[in-house]
């Protein structure tokens, strides 16, 4: 307009066209979405509900926990379980605390022979350790004569058993956090004339604080919720794992049953917020001008760390070494002749090998699916052009299955996919339901790996791929999935690792077609062939062991010809650094 101000005209914001990409991306987070509702959200609602109803489904409150809660010899597991919780993670991460120490702070020999010694337990399953015991101190045991009067049933045998199961999870988490830890501090404290004692007690411990409270809620619930331990060597001391199992199998209470297993639910949840609220704070534990500590050799120290080392690690393949021994004895203790008779186990149990087999095709299975659905929902939550609500739904959810007990979840599997008017009745009983239940219940541990790597990723690849029309599935094919291959191996090892050894989250879905080998332990056990027993649990840790060992060797072999990218970007910053400083 002449002589007057200028209008501008804006047009219209359009709102951004969708395209087969992004409904692509869309659709396929909302399956991932309805997939992890379907397995871990509506499951455990259902305990939920049938712990507030009765034999007939109707509404009754809290009825069923007054009952329990009345019931004298129900009502005292809840103190035996916390009592075994307490006893076990105080001395489990006294004992994992020091080992770390001694592996992280330390200039002692074989440090890689250590630390693998340390984690020998994870591959073991639970009720390994309490067969050992029964070997080493039971009514007629190699060393019975040490305990004396003594019985290794009950709360003594428990406590040791799971102190075994539960040392590597804890030292896994205090080493990384002892290794967390700025060299600057302690240069710092010997410049000042600080002593060695002064430096752990007001740098050391401050440090590893959060890593410490994690350590002790995790084997706190892992003690609390196992089942394997306690139905072996529990003897009389009942434990609310046991209460649950005899609820559900025993009596066929599965009300009663529902009860029992949100009690179960309130410590891993608590766990859970914990374990949320330490990775949050932990975030500022480090700043980018930190500088590793790197131990320094001193004798007397060194040898002392390598004595205590060495002492556990004898202890654990004390433990493991019985077991070994128990499959191979003949006739314990009338006939010590070794012998592979205990490993014919059509001669003890009607499934005979095919309890094995089994688990190896539903470890192979889990490894299968797992890994595709939590590589692939991990990549989807966190690249391509995705939608915040569908994204958010699937981080919560991939979250929820750590704060449930295996025991928690198969009962939950009961009461959903056991109901005739549910459309995925189909994949109950089956080796299906054991693969599902399975993969729900580990997988958020391999979310977070996945997400992890995925995070190392720069964005502007994804971008860069998206500019020139590349659509995100060719980007994850052909880039992120070969970045990423090795932590892709080491998430279908951990599932793998963890199928073959589980027995809370399959004991109540088995069928006598689909027995486990660790459910076949279980049933040994209990008819008097512990030596079968022991060599079934025996096989497991020695596949396990094939498992963690074929990972390594794949893992290299991927390293070296998927990874040499990063080898010349190290190299081409390397050779810039020393250019620059030449040029200085």
Sequence with gaps: MPGGNQIEIVAPRRRPRLTPEAIAHFGLTAILVAVLIALVLLPVASILVKSVEDQEGAFVGLANFQAYLANSSLSVSIGNSLLLGALTTA????????????????????????????????????????????????????????????????????????????????????????????????????????????????????????????????????????????????????????????????????????????????????????????????????????????????????????????IVALLILLVVGTAILASLIAFWPYDLSLSLNNYDFASYDAAGWSSYVNSLKMAGWTALAGTTCAFGGAYLAEKGPGQILPRTLYRALAMLPIAVPGLVLGLGYIFFFNDASNPLNGLYGGLSILVTATVAHYYTVPHLMAVTALKQIDDEIDEAAAALGVPFWRTFARVTLPICLPTVIDIATYFFLNAMTTIGAVVFLYQPATKLASVAVVEMDDTGDTAAAAAMAVLILLSAACAKLLQVLLSSVVVNRTQAWRQRRARDVSDDAAHLLSAT
Aim: aromatic share 10%; glycine share 8%; charged share 10%.
């Design 91 to 310: 001395i489990t991460v006294a004992i994992a605390f020091a080992y770390a120490y001694a592996l992280s702070r330390s200039c002692m020999p074989l440090k890689p022979l250590f630390r693998g010694i340390g984690l020998l337990p994870i591959l073991s399953p639970s009720l390994l350790p309490a067969i050992a015991l029964i070997y080493l101190f039971g009514n007629q045991g190699f060393l019975k004569d040490w305990i004396a009067d003594g019985t290794i049933y009950g709360l003594p045998g428990m406590v040791a058993a799971q102190v075994f199961y539960c040392f590597p999870h804890a030292l896994l988490i205090l080493a990384t956090a002892l290794g967390m830890s700025d060299a600057r501090l302690y240069e710092a404290a010997q410049t000042l004339g600080a002593s060695r004692q002064k430096m752990f007690r007001t740098i050391t411990l401050p440090g590893a604080r959060y890593g410490l409270i994690n350590a002790i809620f995790v084997v706190f619930t892992i003690a609390v919720t196992d089942f394997g331990v306690a139905k072996v060597i529990g003897g009389q001391f009942n434990v609310l794992s046991i209460d649950i199992y005899k609820q559900v199998i025993g009596q066929q209470n599965f009300r009663m049953g529902a009860v029992v297993g949100v009690l179960l639910l309130l410590p891993a949840v608590l766990s859970f917020v914990v374990d949320f609220h330490v990775r949050r704070r932990q975030k500022s534990m480090l700043s980018a001008r930190a500088v590793v500590l790197v131990p320094q050799p001193h004798p007397a120290f060194d040898a002392l760390m390598l004595m205590a080392v060495s």
